[in-house]
Nanobody, 114 residues
Framework: QVQPVESGGGLVQPGGSLKLSCAAS???????MSWYRQAPGKQREWVAT???????IYAQSVRGRFTVSTENAKNTGFLQMNSLKPEDTAVYYC?????????WGQGTQVTVSS
């Protein structure tokens, strides 16, 4: 079992940046990490994935603005978010896909507002 814990959310002005972290309770080597978000009144949506091989994939709405990465030595993943827009406001969740199952973090709130 590899439990993820997100951090780094907060309030930021439009055009600003935030970097979210996802700290796993165990090794993330060989594990794909994804980020999802859920805005009020909306369904949870996929944002980005970094595969176990290091391939990154992004939703069209964030491509070119967000960057997903991992630091395996620290069992941590990151979501760098630049050029933030009000529509990026949501609770952001880290998801780990492992051979033993899927694990979700508790989420971290990101609010983009002036």
């Amino acid at each position: 079992q590899v439990q993820p814990v997100e951090s780094g959310g907060g309030l930021v002005q439009p055009g600003g940046s935030l970097k979210l972290s996802c700290a796993a309770s165990g090794s993330i080597v060989g594990i794909s990490m994804s980020w999802y978000r859920q805005a009020p009144g909306k369904q949870r949506e996929w944002v980005a994935t970094i595969t176990s091989g290091g391939t990154t994939i992004y939703a069209q709405s964030v491509r070119g603005r967000f960057t997903v990465s991992t630091e395996n030595a620290k069992n941590t993943g990151f979501l760098q978010m630049n050029s933030l827009k009000p529509e990026d406001t949501a609770v952001y969740y880290c998801h780990l896909n492992t051979r033993l199952g899927d694990y979700w973090g508790q989420g971290t709130q990101v609010t983009v507002s002036s």
